[in-house]
């Protein structure tokens, strides 16, 4: 599976950024989103930075991924989703039965 993963971009120049989260640390490609000043979030995938995030997005994707691996690895993920865990599921609008009609 490949997937891309928000790095925050520490130093760089034009063509290539060194930008790291989470203890991985990596040299991007730049060339798609240009030169970006440090502290801006990237989306990273295959050596190149794809586009630019904001921060509150580059956090929600990292939280998602940390959701990833935790059920991979077999943990409890009902904190990764607090706003869920306490609520029963509903469903959308669209996929509700037919209300029924009324005799007049």
Do not use: Y
């Amino acid at each position: 599976m490949c997937i891309g993963v928000p790095l925050q971009v520490m130093e760089g120049d034009d063509e290539a950024a060194l930008c790291e989260a989470d203890g991985r640390r990596e040299q991007l490609n730049m060339l798609l989103v240009g030169p970006q000043p440090p502290g801006t979030w990237v989306l990273a995938f295959q050596g190149s930075a794809l586009r630019v995030m904001g921060a509150d997005e580059a956090q929600q994707t990292r939280a998602a991924l940390s959701a990833v691996a935790a059920a991979l690895e077999g943990r409890d993920v009902d904190a990764f989703f607090a706003d869920l865990a306490a609520r029963e599921p509903t469903l959308p609008p669209h996929l509700m039965p037919p209300a029924k009609e009324i005799d007049r």
